[in-house]
């Protein structure tokens, strides 16, 4: 079974920047769906961006209203990591951050909903003081 990992959480003040990894064991993020969530305390767990990746088509990436704007979804050349950059981050932005993925993604849209995706990582803690 593929592993994601997250990494690059911390401690920011607010108006920071943090870049998070998502790095999979085993398996390239090539024709898939990842989205990145958070959850912070007392909340569910909500979605914040996610990517389409397709052999067939142009990549295609979705951002929430939370973070349009401020965050930017990339891809290492090797494509087993992925990262989030998050700029401008505001207090409410603390949440435990997950990435997860749909390997099998029966139609390549992007879905904000928890159910739709198979594999999970552990999630990073991220901060943000004022």
């Known amino acids: 079974q593929v592993q994601l990992v997250e990494s690059g959480g911390g401690v920011v003040q607010a108006g920071g920047s943090l870049r998070l990894s998502c790095a999979a064991s085993g398996r390239a993020f090539s024709t898939c769906i990842l989205g990145w969530f958070r959850q912070a305390p007392g909340k569910e767990r909500e979605f914040v961006a996610g990517?389409?990746?397709?052999?067939?088509?142009?990549?295609?990436?979705y951002y929430a209203d939370s973070l349009k704007g401020r965050g930017t979804i990339s891809r290492d050349n090797a494509k087993t990591t992925v990262y989030l950059q998050m700029n401008s981050l505001k207090p409410e932005d603390t949440a435990v951050y997950y990435c997860a993925v749909n390997w099998a993604p029966q139609a390549m849209r992007i879905s904000t909903s928890i159910t739709e995706y198979d594999s999970w990582g552990q999630g990073t803690q991220v901060t943000v003081s004022s």
């Open positions: 990517v389409r990746w397709s052999r067939w088509s142009d990549s295609r990436i």
